[in-house]
């Protein structure tokens, strides 16, 4: 879902004294050229970076769009290597400027963007947050609803090794769910049916009260859109986790 940026600093700043400038702050530049939808947030925001470190401009204008860039997704790593980048055509002094604000917002302590900034980096859906329903998975896992009405859609991110239980999804009609794989690479496993591997654009159509599992490679992250069917009487049902010694027979394909 596409997200929309709200500016309200001009008219919190200049609101009686500027209206008009306000107006253009608030409304033009970050209410209608930001959310234009033809180029995304994320490169706005590398470019905005770019624009004001080649101006010279260092001051809490910078700042505020590294913390912007923080916030869509451009990882300390990107950030290092766009100010590196830009350095050799805007100037090195004015690099050095912009690594003094950037070490600040993103912090001295990040020696390393970590695996999960990483994957978030290379998959068009937000990983999301812990995922309430960890007690029935096998590993970390992360949840980031995406939809709600009229069809249920979540994007589910499994840590290297994670899975959830075998589980059922029952319903009297209708139900099951369908799932499209959207980064890294899976398993999907049927109850008495060898496990499937699952890549991105792989689709898995689950139908009702047939007992399975799907999880992540034991070496690599994945996530899944994950679509609710409608049924009646449609509920999940958790039954007994994947164990070790099961879930390690995937690596020699027993």
């Not at 234009?36 to 700042?63: E, F, N, P, W, Y």
């Not at 994007?155 to 139900?175: D, I, L, Q």
């Not at 070496?219 to 039954?239: K, M, N, Q, R, Y």
């Amino acid at each position: 879902m596409k997200e929309k940026i709200v500016q309200t600093a001009g008219r919190a700043a200049l609101g009686d004294f500027a209206p008009a400038f306000a107006h253009y702050n608030d409304d033009i530049l970050f209410g209608e050229n930001w959310n234009d939808g033809d180029v995304d947030l994320k490169t706005r925001c590398i470019v905005t970076v770019v624009s004001l470190m080649a101006q010279g401009i260092a001051d809490g204008s910078l700042r505020y769009h590294l913390e912007n860039a923080k916030a869509h997704g451009v990882c300390r790593k990107e950030m290092a290597a766009i100010i590196t980048h830009a350095a050799f055509y805007v100037g090195w002094p004015k690099a050095w400027a912009a690594f003094r604000l950037a070490k600040e917002v993103y912090g001295e302590s990040a020696a390393a963007s970590t695996e999960r900034d990483d994957y978030q980096n290379s998959i068009f859906f937000p990983i999301g947050e812990e995922n309430p329903y960890g007690s029935y998975f096998v590993g970390k896992s992360y949840l980031a609803p995406l939809s709600t009405d009229p069809l249920p859609l979540y994007n589910v991110t499994f840590e290297p090794g994670c899975r959830n239980n075998w589980h059922v999804h029952r319903a009297k009609t209708g139900g099951g769910q369908t799932l499209i794989c959207v980064g890294g690479r899976g398993y999907y496993r049927e109850w008495g049916k060898d496990p499937v591997p699952l890549t991105l654009g792989s689709v898995v159509n689950i139908p009702a009260n047939v007992k399975h599992w799907h999880g992540a490679a034991p070496d690599s992250w994945f996530s899944h859109l994950a679509v609710e069917i409608p049924g009646e009487g449609a509920s999940t049902e958790w039954c007994e986790p994947v164990s070790d010694e099961e879930y390690a027979r995937l690596k020699s394909g027993d």
